[in-house]
């Protein structure tokens, strides 16, 4: 199911967006980078689609995750953005479903209870293993 969100802020390279997103009906803000292939963009061009103040939706998604670790002891389950203006995400969560080698499904508290994580590489993984990850948050846009 697709969210909705506010763009508050975006940066543009070529077809790669960084956008500052409020979510509809919540109060969650966050980072997250998309790609829009209809519109590529170079300084000092506009962007002309999905501009700060439109509303897009779609669904998240953790990728580009090369540093992760299980650890089922009991530890705050969430995530934290801690590069200003980047999607870079660390999260901790509770693995619910196992895709295939590279790629997990995960519960975040505050972000998804169904987030789909891609890793760079193999992983030894089980459903209900605690993790901690750091990657980039992703918006697969509609």
Same mark, same amino acid.
């Given at each position: 199911m697709d969210r909705r969100f506010l763009i508050s802020d975006i940066k543009?390279? %070529?077809?790669?967006?960084v956008a500052y997103l409020e979510e509809q009906n919540s109060t969650l803000k966050l980072w997250v980078h998309f790609v829009q292939l209809d519109e590529y963009v !170079?300084?000092?061009? &506009?962007? $002309?689609? $999905?501009?700060? %103040?439109?509303? *897009?939706?779609? @669904?998240? @998604?953790?990728?580009?995750?090369?540093?992760? !670790?299980v650890n089922n002891s009991n530890m705050d389950? %969430?995530?934290?953005?801690?590069?200003?203006?980047?999607?870079?995400?660390?999260?901790? %969560? =509770? +693995?619910?479903? =196992?895709? &295939?080698?590279?790629? *997990?499904?995960? $519960? =975040?508290?505050?972000?998804?209870?169904? *987030? +789909?994580?891609?890793?760079? $590489?193999?992983?030894?993984i089980d459903v209900g293993d605690r993790i901690q990850l750091e990657g980039s948050l992703e918006l697969e846009v509609e």
């Open positions: 543009s390279d %070529g077809y790669d967006r !170079e300084l000092p061009q &506009d962007i $002309n689609k $999905n501009t700060k %103040g439109s509303i *897009i939706e779609g @669904k998240f @998604k953790i990728d580009l995750v090369v540093k992760y !670790e389950f %969430g995530f934290d953005q801690p590069i200003i203006e980047s999607s870079h995400i660390s999260a901790q %969560g =509770i +693995v619910t479903k =196992i895709e &295939d080698e590279c790629t *997990i499904r995960c $519960n =975040i508290r505050g972000l998804s209870t169904d *987030i +789909v994580i891609e890793f760079e $590489n193999d992983i030894v």
